[in-house]
Structures are given as C-alpha cells and as structure tokens.
C-alpha cells in the first residue's frame, strides 16, 4: 500500500541508533507477528470455529502456508522460550510423525480437499528439526506431499542447530525440497555458550554453511541474541566478525528476554551475569554499526539482510510481509500450523493447538483437532492488523489510500491514536508526510513503539500481558 521505499543500509550507526530514544522508549510490546497478538487469544474459541474457517478458505482455493512444530531438543538451552520436551527418545519423535500425518489427513478432510492443495511456504520449527532421523524427515515430508503440493518458488525453510547436523543431513534436507535453513548461533564466546548450556564451535558452524552452498540452498540465515550472561561488547562484537566471515544472506539479532517466572530453565542463569543495559546499548550500536558497514540492510525489528537479498527487494517494491515466522517475501496467505503449541492463521482467525503430547494424542485418537484456543476476528481487528502491518514493514502508510481501500475516515476513526502519534512525532520517531506515516530511519529500531499506539487491544484491556522489551 505504502508508496515509500523503506529499505535503506545505514552508513553509520548513528542514522540507526540513538540511545536517548532506545532508553525513553525501550518498554515492553508485543513483537506483531500476528495482530491481535497471541496474548488475546482465549478458550472459547474452539475446534467448531477452526473448522469453519478452514471450510471458508477450502472456498477460495488459494496457496497455502505450512508450520510444522516439531518439539524434540537433546539437551536444553538455558535461554529458550520455546515449547520443547528434552528427550534423546526417538521412539517419542516416531510416533509424533504419525500424529501429524493424522492431523494432516483431518484438516484437509474438513477442508473437503478433492486434490493437492498448493503450498507456497513450507517452515520445520522446533524445538530442534533437525532432531528427526532421516527415517522420520522422510516420512513427515511424504505425508506432507501426500496433501500438499509444494509449488515451484516457495520459500521451504527449517532451522538448524549446528551441533546436530552431518553434512548427508543437509543433502537429504535439500533432496526433500528445502531451499532455506536458519541456523542457530547464539554467541560464539565459550564463557558465554557455557553459561547458557550450548557449545557450538566455529567450525561446526562454517561446515554447515559451506553444505548448504553445495548443495543448492537459496537463502542461509543466521540468529544471534544479545544480552545473554556473561556478553560484553568486545565479546559479542568478536562473534559478530566470525559470522559475517560465514557470508550469510540475513542476519537476526534478538534482544535476550529474561523471563525466569514464565520460563523455567531461564532460572539456571544468574542475573548477576547479564550484562547492564549500557553494556546492552552498546552491543547492539556496535552491532548495527559493523552490519551496515559489511552493507546489510536493516529490514525491521532484529532482521537484517544484503541488498540483493529477497527480503530487502521485497520491502524496497513495498512487498514485505509479516507472518509468525517473521518477516517474509510472500504475498499474504492463510498458514496451517500443525503439532503442539502451533499457531496457524486462517481466513479471518488464529487457531493454536494444545501444548502437551498427551493432549494432542488424545485429541486426535477421539477425531477431534487439538484445538486449544484462538481468536475470531472482527473487522477492526483486520483493519487494525493491515496498518500495523504495513508499519512493521514499509515503515510507512499512507493514510488516504488506506481510507480508500476500508471506506473510512482515517482522521476520525483514529482520532485518539493520532492524538498519541503526537509525542511519538516531537521524539521524532515518525513523520507527517502529507497523508503519509513516515518511520525515518531514527525511530525505525522502534517500530514496535509506533504500532503499539494502534493496537485497540493493548489499550483497552486491562490484562496487558507479558511481553519482551521493544529492544
């Protein structure tokens, strides 16, 4: 919608960081990849309202988007949030396959599917993926070809951990169809890997990266968290020269959320050992400075990506999109997530399964869908999450197409949330620029801030949810 190129590679890091903004504005926000954020969902919503969705979007025959979440970890990570069960079992693993061929096999049933459905975008989160035998990658993939069928050009990604993955791994990874892989790093410092029980080495890393280039894959990413124990800019700013010597297309460097009360194995790591909010600032300003240096282009939120990269065409041609994934080349479509705790979209809904292997065997082994809860969506909420979208995207929106496209008056329908813009704008975060919303690079790093101020559900409720920091 917006008609505002937004990509831009910072030439110094002062275009991108300014730390008298990132502290004023630094407060806790959902990171939109969905609008309303999952926080909102509840238990009303459940298997009879998935159903109709998913009968709606049978209708419209349209290509689809796939998450499969697969949980097993062999050992555990101190930071991880994910929803994961630690187990060296593959007996566990299995007999989860078949499971998700059952719940494949039970939506596009409901889904009164008469041939393949189209498929654009395939993503393996975990969890490790890569836990799985060949035995059982094979297997879960031929289902899913069974039901699905995997278009020329999607995007068919997987995350990798690199300490458990053989270089066969990785060809029979790309003989399946996969053409992307994210691959895990963290910080490459011992002191640091040791204090949240994941030692990875250098060479592990560079060996996966170079297989990927043989054997075809498109796209490599790499994911890096700053604020973990023991971390110091000198430190961090060591690992980030090792990986940009690993050449990758895109980079993501998450903000490390300390949540120890929601998340259990976070309690194994001494609060004493994070490093100060300076410290904090200074590891993502040298960051950023040493990425545009090495000419990434800053895509929004923690990505970042080469020039030539899809996903900075895409945001350049105003073409980016947003999903539970992250940032994505794809044209917006529904995704049917499948296994524990996965959230899908689906016409005008969010869905998420249960998040215990009991329930969701026992669910399917009554013919039910494990649906645990969701959100129905009303036409604000499609209205709302299409700004916020576009937001989190372009960095930009312009207000009277968007009044054109919704039939509304943006100045009075949104008469409180432009009231709010108001202190955003004197902070210089955003601009006017005649009809248009303008994030300029300054306040780009705050994004979030600036959708925040539409999102109708943050502002009424009184449950504000537990969220990350913005940075």
Avoid at 250 to 257: E, T
Avoid at 287 to 314: C, N, S, W
């Amino acid at each position: 919608m917006s008609s505002v190129a937004a990509g831009s590679t910072p030439n110094e890091k002062d275009a991108l960081f300014h730390p008298e903004l990132l502290q004023k504005f630094d407060i806790n926000g959902p990171r939109y990849t969905s609008y309303p954020s999952a926080d909102r969902f509840h238990n009303q919503f459940g298997e009879a309202d998935y159903l109709g969705a998913l009968k709606r979007v049978a209708q419209a025959n349209e290509p689809l988007s796939l998450y499969f979440h697969l949980p097993f970890c062999p050992n555990i990570c101190y930071y991880c949030g994910c929803n994961k069960i630690i187990t060296k079992d593959h007996g566990r693993s299995a007999k989860y396959i078949k499971y998700l061929a059952k719940e494949m096999a039970m939506v596009c049933a409901a889904m009164g599917a008469q041939k393949k459905i189209p498929v654009t975008q395939l993503h393996w989160g975990g969890g490790t993926p890569t836990f799985l035998s060949h035995e059982e990658m094979i297997e879960l993939m031929h289902h899913t070809r069974e039901h699905f069928d995997l278009l020329p050009g999607g995007e068919y990604s997987i995350e990798i951990d690199p300490r458990r993955v053989t270089e066969a791994d990785i060809a029979l990874l790309a003989e399946l169809g996969f053409n992307r892989i994210s691959l895990g790093v963290q910080d490459f410092n011992l002191e640091v890997q040791q204090a949240v029980h994941r030692v990875q080495t250098i060479e592990e890393t560079r060996a996966v990266m170079d297989w990927s280039r043989r054997y075809g894959f498109k796209s490599r990413s790499v994911d890096l968290i700053y604020g973990l124990p023991k971390q110091t800019p000198e430190t961090f700013k060591e690992t980030v020269d090792v990986v940009l010597k690993m050449n990758p297309d895109r980079l993501s460097v998450y903000n490390y959320a300390h949540l120890p009360h929601i998340f259990k194995p976070q309690r194994r790591i001494s609060e004493a050992d994070l490093p100060g909010a300076a410290d904090k600032l200074d590891i993502l300003s040298n960051t950023i400075a040493r990425l545009g240096q090495a000419g990434y282009v800053f895509i929004g939120m923690d990505h970042f990506a080469k020039p030539d990269d899809e996903l900075a065409i895409a945001q350049k041609e105003g073409k980016l999109h947003r999903n539970f994934q992250g940032y994505s080349t794809q044209a917006e479509c529904d995704l049917l997530a499948f296994g524990i705790s996965s959230i899908g979209k689906v016409d005008d809904s969010y869905s998420q399964n249960v998040r215990t292997l009991d329930e969701y065997y026992a669910a399917i082994d009554d013919s039910h869908l494990p649906i645990l809860r969701g959100l129905q969506l009303n036409k604000d909420d499609l209205l709302r999450r299409e700004l916020i979208g576009e937001l989190m995207c372009q960095f930009a929106l312009n207000t009277e197409q968007f009044s054109r496209s919704h039939q509304i008056d943006f100045a009075s329908y949104f008469k409180a949330e432009i009231e709010e813009l108001k202190h955003l704008e004197d902070a210089g975060l955003l601009e006017w620029r005649g009809a248009t919303i303008f994030v300029p690079i300054k306040g780009r790093l705050l994004a979030r801030r600036v959708a925040m101020t539409f999102d109708r559900h943050l502002r009424e409720s009184q449950a504000k949810g537990t969220y990350s920091k913005v940075l």
